[in-house]
């Protein structure tokens, strides 16, 4: 076929692929944050823990007091050590017309978004966001919230620089 | 037909007033319609309903005196190459549109409207929130001559823009074709045809709501009269069930016939080289202006009453230029056959007949659906069963092979085309269903996997797009990352604008 496009295959050979890339991890101080976030998360736990065990009377019978305490330290270890698997399972990759995000410890995910379907993005930074220097890239779609992409732990400089290729790439696109 | 100078300011027809506090009125009953029957059936005497009067008179002159307010606060004008209005009793707003950003002027009529003959005019645009640029009444010969002086100036900012005049003043002049337009037989057929389970749960949630707000004061007087017409007495429930189930399955029936006949009568549906316009209803005549371009899904469905009269019930999904999503998709609660396959033509043309890779989820998910709508369930309710000796649990239990089946057919049904520019997915076992995408279109795509997928080697596939999502589950994760590889590149080197 004499085409302008070669690639008339459905799927066509060779097509560079989004799960092969080199993706790029997050900051070392998002794991920090993340751990911070999930000890409060136990420290919540513990207090309604003990508020119910207190309105039901059980604060002083040792076998609920044990076993409530055994099963919130249970629950507290695993959450701090599924803080690493978050950090780790969280990373991005950038080409020259798309930005892909992985993340998810149960569910694992891979989502792309192609630059030119870029609605517009900013740059959030939450209480502990601040507190670490670190600042929230978002990437918003027409595709509804499900297809946006929030792009947490990265340095102040990190994010701007990002935003900032975004920027320009998605207006390039226009002219 | 006289030009008007639309850059001097311009009031609403005064029907306007009388629009907006009926909107009020519509807003309150919405809110508070549970407590009119407590009004109407109450039994605490004088004195509520004098409260519930004095309410009545206070709300209606707040609302008669904001209304006519707000009539001589709203100014709409063009200006500038912009539509401006400036309107508010409270809050003053001044806002201007720039006009090469209108996608339509929608004209709409209400009960009121069509009493006075004037419209109400949308003027939608992609950014606009809501119903900012709305011009509650206006007379007709007004609104039609607003429109073309938007949808002309439009033109010609755009033609300066591209300087593609030829095509514009195409545009301008193009002609509609009448596809189709419902008879009154049709109609009464589209309304025997419609999910008439879904109206008898909206129904079933509407009595309860009643019966809780009002308690059983108006059902024991319901109950009384039915034993004594009877003369049996209703003391078990079955007899019960056998009265009010047949009464309830007519309600619910004759509901969906008149809101089907009541939102569908005298529809008509036009086919233009830009889209489609659809007109129709009788107590709130609306139309809207679906544009090929702006389409990102078609779905169609047809439930098994449907299919033996060969109808279908088809929505085109627009891109929504806010959170009124709901609003953006064109409706249309029965076609033909063969007017479904001209709409389907005009707006997917030739790409219909392109070849496709046609696949199916992996076997494995009829087990995975198995396990968690028939037997985990079962499972609690054997548990139930034996704890409470609430024996009528096992029934459940005891429809697993009919479950098992149910999934089975369902994972038949379950299909996706994948072609170089559309991805049609096909499923649904009672009520069949279709969801066509046109793949540069999509706006992201994700592959997720849980861990029971992630053992098996397979991945589910998420497509969104601006208006409506698609979702592959469980197929093979090298096939996922090829679907996903592939929608990603076909939409970026697409120079086409997706909206």
Known sequence: MTDIFSNDQIYPDGLPAAHELDYEGLDRRHLTQLRIGFVILALVMLIVLLISLATSGGLFKIKYFAGGLGIWLVLSILLLLCARLVYKRRSFAVRRHDISYKSGVLITRLITIPFHRIQHCDISR?????????????IYTAGGSSSDITIPGLSMEAADKLKAYILSTSTDEEE | MATRDWSISQRQSKVAILVKISDFAKGLLRQFWVFIPLILFGRDGIRTELAFLLLFLFFGSFSLILSIIGYYRFYFSIENGEFRIRKGVLKKVDINLPIERIQSVNFQQGP????????????????????????????????????????????????????????????????RQLLFQHSMWDLFKIGISQNHLRTAGILLAFVFGLYENIASMLFDDFFDGVEKVLGVELESIWMTILIVLPLFLIASFLVTLVRTVLSEFNLRFWMSPRGFTLQGGLINRKQTVALLKK????????????????????????????????????????????????????????????????????????????LFLGILPSLAAIFLAIFTQAYHYLVLPALLPLIYWIQLRWWQRFRYDVGRDLLQVYRGFITHKATILEIFKVQAVQISQTPYQRRKDLASVHIYSASGNVTLPYIELSEAQRVHDTIVYRAEVSDDSWM
Do not use: C
């Open chain 2, 112 to 175: 009121i409207h069509q009493l006075f003959g004037v419209v109400g005019v949308e003027i939608d645009s992609a950014g606009a929130k809501g119903k900012e640029f709305e011009i509650a009444a206006l007379d007709k010969a007004s609104a039609e001559a607003l429109k073309i002086a938007l949808l002309e100036e439009r033109s010609e900012l755009l033609a300066e823009k591209s300087g593609d005049v030829e095509s514009v003043a195409l545009v301008q002049k193009e002609e």
């Open chain 1, 126 to 138: 939450s209480l502990t966001d601040q507190y670490f220097d670190l600042s929230k890239l978002n």
């Open chain 2, 295 to 370: 389409i990102q899904t078609v779905r169609w469905s047809a439930n098994p009453i449907q299919r033996t009269m060969g109808f279908f019930s088809l929505r085109l999904n627009q891109a929504a230029s806010s959170e009124v999503a709901a609003s953006k998709s064109t409706k249309i609660a029965g076609v033909y056959g063969h007017q479904l396959d001209s709409i389907m033509q005009h707006t997917y043309g030739a790409l219909l007949d392109d070849e496709v890779i046609s696949a199916k989820p992996d076997r494995r998910l009829i087990y995975r659906r198995f």
